[in-house]
């Protein structure tokens, strides 16, 4: 390991000074209202929109454990990446309009309206938890083995330092300052991403010398039936599973798209995102290809971390690369205060404290901003039991938790005779399999291996352990749904699919009256990411 210069830290220390100083004046600008505090006033536009949503979802997992398993197993984990343009898609295009239309803060208040508070509540609380056990549990891991790795912290006092420069901001300016700093941490990840994936093949002699180096298996997109980790048939019919909850029902995504101020920025917002997860297999898995070549045998997730410490990159460009991973680390763990700080208030707090005025709401926001920030703290011991392969870690966990919520919420829309008791059970009996298959996963290779069943069950893997889940759901929430009332059709028309309504909208967020229309700019624009992804699937740039 190479001791990191002081241009590094410099470099380090003042991306952190600006993004906290940024942070904080965009909170002194903000308005100290429900809306200007969960939703920056719903008065974003397209570009802050698509960036923020992009740098939310790339934390510092990504770096590792994208890396990680490509320097292990190669470009099959990218379709993850891919795979997720389509939903953008159809979050712009199908799923806002809707959303906007409802003047919902969240989601979970979406399908609470759909169908009852029960639902709301449920929702709320389990995301909040989940949020918890994978998307800040999951960031910590990943940037404290970076700053171990580089700096020589111990990941206690380095994710310590990430969440209270995180937490500041993100009390004080609510989504606003969440969205408006994650701009500029996009822009930095981008940067120092492709800066050591061109330094590092440079190293190496280009992409010819990635080919002779490595095994033909390593360019491969598709993995066989067998495979353990991503089968082909996982990717298919697993992975949109994931990806529909993740991407168009999941609040901390979705939740920028509610600060919209018109369906044209949402769904131009979510289409920019579409682009800018091309990159991702460029300059996140590649690098760990190259590692697999500089350091021949590397495993797991060190191999991010290892690049960093070798002497691959000249004083001041590490200190880029470094600045880049941790803005992705402090965007995510941003979002995941503020997304779960909104539903307690909004889903939980609001329901049992129905008078309270908006300058209270808004201390209550702050107030459970800061429990997730202690919340955060506390929880880092727990970052020992990851998994090796982060990254695959963290889909596994998405997929015993996703699949009913996924299935309540197409149904939800798509299905009018669906009711509020097929989703609670729908619900309930999917959340109970999926958390008896997780509780499963921490007992593996032990007494499990005297109980047949179990260790079948646990054979499944994740993907089609989704794929089974989401069935399982769905069929309940039917059956159910058709031996139970029926809800009034008026009453739930603004929450179901309407396709007039979706291809013209009306209205914009701020209730502007313009007429949007169908934005032709923006059907090219798709077809354009269509052609693009179907290219990439076909390997026509790789």
């Not at 698509?50 to 997992?61: D, K, L, P, V």
């Not at 006092?157 to 969440?163: G, H, P, R």
């Not at 353990?228 to 993740?246: D, N, R």
């Not at 399999?433 to 290779?445: H, I, K, N, Q, S």
Request: aromatic fraction near 14%; glycine fraction near 8%.
């Amino acid at each position: 390991m190479n001791e990191i210069a002081l241009i590094d830290i410099f470099i380090v220390a003042f991306t952190f000074s600006i993004v906290l100083i940024y942070g904080l004046y965009i909170a002194l600008r903000s308005k100290e209202t429900p809306e200007g505090y969960f939703l920056a006033g719903r008065s974003v536009g397209w570009i802050a929109i698509g960036m923020s949503i992009f740098a939310a979802n790339i934390s510092s997992e990504h770096f590792v454990g994208l890396a990680g398993y490509g320097a292990s197993r190669g470009l099959a984990v990218g379709n993850f990446e891919w795979l997720a343009i389509i939903f953008l898609m159809l979050l712009g295009w199908f799923f806002a309009p809707i959303f906007l239309k409802s003047k919902i803060y969240t989601i979970p208040e979406f399908l609470g309206n759909r169908f009852n508070e029960s639902t709301r509540i449920y929702l709320s609380s389990l995301s909040i938890i989940t949020y918890l056990l994978t998307k800040i549990l999951v960031a910590l891991f990943a940037g404290g083995l970076i700053l171990n790795k580089i700096m020589g912290l111990d990941m206690y006092t380095s994710a310590v330092i990430m969440i209270l420069i995180t937490g500041v901001y993100t009390i004080a300016g609510g989504l606003g300052a969440v969205i408006y700093t994650s701009v500029i941490q996009s822009l930095l990840l981008i940067a120092g991403a492709l800066t050591l994936t061109l330094v590092g093949l440079n190293e190496i002699g280009g992409i010819t010398a990635l080919h002779q180096k490595l095994p033909e298996s390593y360019f491969n997109l598709i993995n066989s039936v067998s495979d353990s980790e991503i089968p082909w048939t996982g990717i298919v019919f697993g992975a949109p599973i994931l990806a529909l909850w993740y991407w168009c029902s999941d609040q901390y995504i979705v939740q920028r798209v509610l600060s919209a101020k018109s369906i044209g920025d949402a769904r131009n917002g979510s289409l920019l995102t579409g682009f800018l997860k091309i990159l991702p297999v460029f300059i996140l898995v590649f690098p760990g290809l190259i590692a697999a070549v500089i350091f021949p045998g590397i495993k797991g997730d060190q191999a991010y971390p290892a690049l960093l410490a070798s002497g691959l990159l000249p004083a001041g460009l590490r200190g880029l690369v470094v600045a880049g991973l941790l803005a992705a680390l402090m965007s995510s763990l941003a979002s995941s205060f503020n997304s779960a700080a909104t539903l307690f208030t909004m889903d939980i707090y609001r329901i049992f404290k129905k008078d309270v005025s908006d300058r209270k709401l808004v201390l209550v926001g702050r107030l459970a901003t800061t429990v997730m920030v202690i919340l955060a703290i506390l929880w880092i011991p727990l970052t020992k039991f990851i998994s090796s392969y982060v990254y695959v870690f963290l889909q596994s966990i998405q997929a015993f938790i996703s699949p009913p919520i996924a299935a309540v919420f197409l149904l939800g829309i798509f299905w009018k005779r669906a009711n509020s008791r097929g989703a609670l059970c729908a619900l309930f009996i999917g959340g109970a399999v999926g958390a008896f298959r997780l509780v499963l996963e921490f007992y593996t290779g032990s007494f499990l291996a005297d109980y047949p069943l179990w260790e079948w069950v646990l054979s499944i893997n994740y993907l089609h352990f989704a794929v089974f889940l989401f069935i399982i759901s769905s069929l309940i929430m039917v059956m159910v749904s058709l031996l139970s009332e029926r809800r009034t059709i008026i009453k739930i028309r603004r929450y179901t699919f309407n396709w007039q309504e979706i291809m013209a909208p009306t209205l914009t967020s701020s209730g502007g009256g313009t007429r949007i229309g169908l934005n032709k700019v923006a059907l090219l624009f798709s077809i354009l990411l269509l052609i693009i992804l179907l290219g990439l699937w076909s390997r026509i740039f790789i």
